[in-house]
């Protein structure tokens, strides 16, 4: 048993989910916080309890409409710990999520999956309609 | 649009403590937008007269639309329709500016200087007695939002009309709204409405969609960045992903990274648009003794090719959050890798402590 963090989206941050017990990682949204430290350490706080004892298979969303520079290093960062679970002998699947036509969310997929380790799948979704 | 212009403008605005210009159509959302905007630069002190100010800027909008003449603005020119709020001291100015036939100028011309030579128990006559009068024109306009406008100013409406050819000229308006009281503004202490003239010029030659001087803390950011997105439905994702992602780079660099003055980080922001090519400026103060830090920065990552830039990228983004590197730098590296030009920058000395430091991308 773990406790989950589930934060709301707003204009400026992302949703989050990290459910163990459902076993449900998510972050979707926007990430243009500009003090993203605060924001998102206490995330690493509950991964780095997780990965001591991670699910067999831990399969995290991204699905990020859109985020700062700033973010992207804490994006990254969350990536790096999740790349510790490999060498436990455990599985991690990395979904990036995006729009159809949402080229610059799709490239930066494409970027951050080759610089990470894991297993890393880019999944395109169809455009909301109104 | 060169880095001078940014100087150039930042000048022209130097005493206010935030200002606001737009050219082209106007929608309510940009009103609701430059209403926030106002809100979240001014603080509370200014509290009761947000709804004043909201209401003259209305007022104001409508103003353009009842007398505009042209039926649809495919590209911007030196005639499109034109919208600026600033507050100079005590005072808060709504300008507008829009084409009109020239054979329409007399009757105007003849209500605004009927209600300028008003006091305050005539207007308020002559305020009823246009309510009451049947015989009001389809344009809806004997004058009602003139009259409305001086009631609720207790000023003069400063106008012009500067002629474009033998069928059109530019109309020209002022609303001043003092702050402080409800005295009568006199002419000498504001700012004459050929001020608001020059920058509409120098906004039209620059092809300046958006200019925006004032505060660019955090929370001042956010009401811009909505702006931009309520007005960008028309452009495609791409290119609005793009934009916007140029814009909280850039505007989040303002906030992190300047001088602050008086608990501000006071920076002037430009948006353009040319040869069919984005350009966002920027001018903000830094400490004098950064300016080579920045310099060197954007000299280097200029020099970079594309795949040197995205090497370098991905090389910082796996420094993870406890990178070395300042936050500036990948900002900059990421600017740099989306637009085929380099990034334009320039330093102007104010003082001995800060100069003003302005960039350019265009995109």
């Known amino acids: ?130 | 649009m060169t880095t001078n212009t940014i100087f150039e403008f930042y000048k022209l605005l130097e005493k206010d403590n935030i200002s606001f210009a737009y050219r082209g159509s106007f929608s309510n959302n940009v009103l609701t937008m430059v209403t926030q905007l106002f809100k979240e630069n001014l603080g509370e002190e200014h509290d009761r007269l947000r709804n004043k100010l909201s209401f003259l800027m209305i007022e104001s909008f409508q103003n353009i639309s009842r007398y505009t003449e042209k039926e649809e603005v495919i590209l911007l020119d030196e005639t499109s329709e034109f919208f600026m709020t600033r507050n100079v001291g005590d005072i808060f100015y709504i300008i507008s500016a829009n084409l009109i036939n020239n054979d329409k100028i007399p009757s105007v011309r003849e209500k605004l200087e009927r209600v300028n030579t008003l006091d305050k128990s005539e207007l308020n006559k002559l305020y009823r007695e246009v309510l009451t009068n049947k015989q009001i024109n389809e344009k809806g306009g004997a004058g009602l939002g003139f009259i409305e406008m001086v009631r609720k100013t207790r000023g003069k409406l400063p106008f012009d009309f500067v002629e474009v050819d033998d069928k059109q000229s530019m109309f020209f308006m002022q609303i001043e709204l003092s702050a402080s009281s409800e005295e009568e503004i006199t002419t000498t202490d504001s700012i004459p409405l050929n001020d608001a003239k020059q920058i509409q010029k120098l906004i039209s030659k620059e092809n300046i969609l958006m200019l925006h001087k004032g505060d660019f803390s955090s929370e001042a950011v956010e009401p811009l960045l909505r702006m931009f997105e309520e007005n960008m439905q028309n452009v495609s994702l791409k290119k609005h992903k793009k934009i916007f992602h140029f814009l909280v780079e850039i505007l989040q660099n303002i906030s992190k990274h300047s001088f602050t003055i008086d608990g501000k980080h006071e920076g002037i922001f430009q948006l353009g648009y040319e040869n069919g090519k984005f350009h966002i400026g920027t001018g903000n103060f830094i400490a004098n003794h950064e300016i080579l830090y920045f310099k060197n920065l954007i000299e280097s990552v200029n020099s970079k090719t594309k795949d040197e830039l995205n090497e370098l990228y991905r090389k910082y983004l796996r420094e993870g959050k406890e990178t070395k590197t300042g936050s500036a730098g990948l900002g900059l590296i990421d600017l740099a890798r989306e637009t085929d030009d380099n990034i334009i920058y320039d330093f102007n000395e104010i003082n001995s402590d800060y100069s003003f430091f302005s960039l350019t991308v265009n995109f």
């Open chain 1, 1 to 130: 048993m773990s406790t989950p963090i589930i934060i709301e989206k707003t204009k400026s941050s992302p949703e989050i989910i990290l459910d163990k017990d459902n076993s449900k990682f998510k972050i979707a949204g926007r990430s243009i916080v500009e003090d993203p430290n605060e924001f998102y350490s206490p995330i690493y706080k509950w991964l780095e309890e997780y990965i001591k004892s991670p699910l067999d298979t831990t399969e995290f969303v991204f699905d990020l409409e859109y985020f700062n520079s700033s973010s992207a290093r804490q994006i990254m960062e969350i990536i790096m710990l999740l790349e510790k679970i490999i060498a436990t002998g455990k599985k991690v699947k990395v979904l990036w999520m995006y729009e159809e036509e949402d080229e610059m969310s799709k490239e930066r997929g494409d970027e951050i999956k080759l610089v990470s380790k894991l297993d890393f799948e880019i999944v395109e979704y169809p455009a909301e309609d109104f």
